[in-house]
DNA sequence: CCTACATTTCGGCAATTAACGAAATGAAAG
DNA sequence: CTTTCATTTCGTTAATTGCCGAAATGTAGG
């Protein structure tokens, strides 16, 4: 499959835009991510791959937790130009990024986990 | 569905991205894109209602046929996005793009259609 | 009117996808 | 070395998607 279009299919679902837009705020563990998208952690565990695929994020180890990062240095210009979409202030205006977004400032992995 | 998904999945397939490639060329009729990508006329016309109902591109009847146009004046911003990323030179740089143009020059409907 | 014919809609089939819970993994801490 | 626990992988299910051929649609020309 062309990158392109896997970079297309990476964005063609709600819930891992979501993901993105939480990332810009912060780095999350998955736990952290479930906590707010509601979904199981195994799903959210594929779709973050899904994501890693397309070049759009990368994970690191820390202690205990797996941090997930946007992968804003990557030089592919389609990765990039997709970036600056998503950034851009009149797209995405939806008040559940915004709500998403506040929520990635409250949550602590230290009470939700260990579930 | 929020119209920035909706428009991602219309852009999640490869041979809806080569049909914006090819209408980007000149505006052409159902069977003549139908030919190009060699599929179903039916297959074509669903592809086409997608791409149409993110707002990518609108149809117009001309005596026998339809003939479908990108829609280049879409004020929506997210629709502008898209467009210049497609258009994006860097982008979609795939031999199977230039092949495509290449047949839109060379195709005329009045000798494919009546099938 | 009636016919011709490009296109759309419909019904069905195979492949892909998003979701889940359960089991496996692997690394840190005791 | 064993336990703990966040995460990944696996197996399954339901829903969606891409594709086709056949039937329906609708319009232009006779």
Same mark, same amino acid.
């Given at each position: 499959? !062309?990158? $392109? #279009? &896997? /970079?297309?299919k990476a964005l063609a679902? =709600?819930?891992r835009v979501r993901i993105l837009k939480m990332l810009q705020v912060r780095p999350l563990?998955?736990? $952290? #991510?479930r %906590?707010?998208?509601? /979904?199981a952690v195994s799903t959210v565990?594929?779709?973050?791959?899904i994501l890693r695929d397309a070049g759009l994020i990368y994970d690191s180890k820390e202690s205990k937790w797996v941090n997930y990062y946007?992968? &804003? %240095?990557?030089?592919d210009a389609a990765?990039? =130009? /997709?970036?600056? /979409?998503?950034?851009? !202030?009149d797209l995405f205006d939806?008040?559940?990024? &915004?709500?998403? =977004?506040? &929520?990635?400032?409250r949550v602590d992995r230290n009470q939700l986990c260990h579930v």
């Open positions: 499959m !062309p990158d $392109e #279009i &896997r /970079l297309f679902d =709600a819930n563990c998955v736990c $952290e #991510i %906590e707010i998208l509601d /979904l565990s594929q779709h973050l791959s946007l992968n &804003r %240095e990557n030089p990765v990039q =130009a /997709l970036f600056s /979409l998503l950034w851009n !202030p939806d008040g559940i990024y &915004r709500r998403d =977004a506040e &929520r990635v400032h």
